[in-house]
C-alpha cells in the first residue's frame, strides 16, 4: 500500500466517524429541543383551543410553529437536515482547504525557466514534504503525479494525462460521495408522506366520531397529514439547494486545480 493510500484510507476513516458522531449529535439534540420546548408547548395551545372549544367560544384556531412542527416524522426531517449540512460543512471545509492551498507557491519554479526530466525528483521533495492532510489534497497529489511520470517516462504529454487522470478520479470520488446526501434528500420528503398517510389513516379510523358530530380528532390527524408533508417539502428544498452548492464549489475546485497544473509545471516542461 503505497502513501496515497494511505492517507486516502485514514481520511475516509475519519470522514466515517465524524458522519456517525455528527448524526448522533443532531439526534440528541434535536430530541432534548422537542422534549423541553417543542411538545410542552404545542400541547398547551392545543389544551388552549379545547378549553376555549369546550368552553363554547367560538375562536379560529391559530396554525403555532409547535403545533406544525411537534410530530415525529417534522422531528426525523429536522434531524436528517442537520446530519446532511455536517456532512456538507466537513466536504465544503475539505474544499475550502485546496483553495488555500491554491494560494501558496508549492512549485520554486521561476518565470522563463524549463524543467527537466532530471529536476522532477528535486521538484518533488518540497511536496513529499508537506504535513501529512496537505499531502492528501488533490493538488498536491495531482502535481507528484505530473512530476513522478515526467521523471519516468520524459514525455510531456504522458504528464498531462496522469494529471488528468487525477483530477477525473477526485470528481468521480466527489460525486460517489455525496450519494448519502442525496439519499437523504430523498429520504426527507418520503417521510414527510409517511407522516401524509399515518395521518389519513388515523383521521379514517375516527370516521364514525366525526359522523357524530366530533371532528377534533379528524382534523388533528389530518393536520398531522398536511404538517409533516409541508415541513418535510420545505427541509427539502434546503437540503438540495446546499447541496447543489457544494457540488459548484466541488467542480470549480477540480478546474482551478487543473488549470494550476497547466500554468505552474506544464507550460515549464521542456524534455531536451
Not at 132 to 143: S, Y
Request: hydrophobic share 45%.
Amino acid at each position: 500500500m503505497n502513501a496515497n493510500q494511505k492517507l486516502s484510507n485514514n481520511s475516509h476513516s475519519s470522514e466515517f466517524l465524524y458522519q456517525v458522531f455528527a448524526l448522533l449529535t443532531a439526534i440528541i439534540l434535536v430530541h432534548a429541543l422537542y422534549l423541553t420546548l417543542i411538545r410542552p408547548n404545542a400541547a398547551a395551545i392545543m389544551e388552549e383551543q379545547l378549553a376555549r372549544e369546550a368552553a363554547g367560544e367560538t375562536a379560529v384556531a391559530e396554525r403555532s410553529f409547535y403545533t406544525v412542527v411537534k410530530d415525529y416524522e417534522q422531528e426525523t426531517c429536522f434531524i436528517l437536515l442537520i446530519w446532511s449540512l455536517a456532512i456538507m460543512g466537513f466536504k465544503a471545509r475539505r474544499a475550502l482547504g485546496e483553495r488555500q492551498l491554491l494560494q501558496q507557491t508549492l512549485l520554486q519554479i521561476g518565470e522563463g525557466n524549463r524543467v527537466l526530466p532530471e529536476d522532477a525528483r528535486q521538484l518533488s521533495r518540497p511536496l513529499e514534504a508537506l504535513p501529512e492532510p496537505q499531502r492528501g489534497l488533490l493538488l498536491t497529489r495531482a502535481l507528484l503525479a505530473g512530476l513522478q511520470r515526467f521523471g519516468a517516462t520524459r514525455n510531456i504529454q504522458d504528464v498531462s494525462s496522469a494529471i488528468n487522470d487525477v483530477c477525473d478520479s477526485e470528481s468521480d470520488r466527489l460525486d460517489a460521495e455525496l450519494s448519502m446526501v442525496r439519499y437523504i434528500a430523498w429520504a426527507i420528503p418520503s417521510i414527510g408522506f409517511i407522516g401524509t398517510v399515518r395521518g389519513i389513516g388515523e383521521a379514517l379510523s375516527q370516521a364514525h366520531r366525526a359522523v357524530q358530530g366530533d371532528i377534533v380528532g379528524v382534523t388533528s390527524s389530518l393536520g398531522v397529514a398536511f404538517n409533516s408533508t409541508f415541513i418535510a417539502l420545505v427541509i427539502s428544498i434546503v437540503v438540495m439547494f446546499c447541496m447543489h452548492q457544494l457540488q459548484l464549489l466541488q467542480e470549480r475546485q477540480v478546474l482551478d486545480i487543473h488549470n494550476y497544473c497547466d500554468q505552474q509545471l506544464l507550460r515549464h516542461l521542456k524534455t531536451d
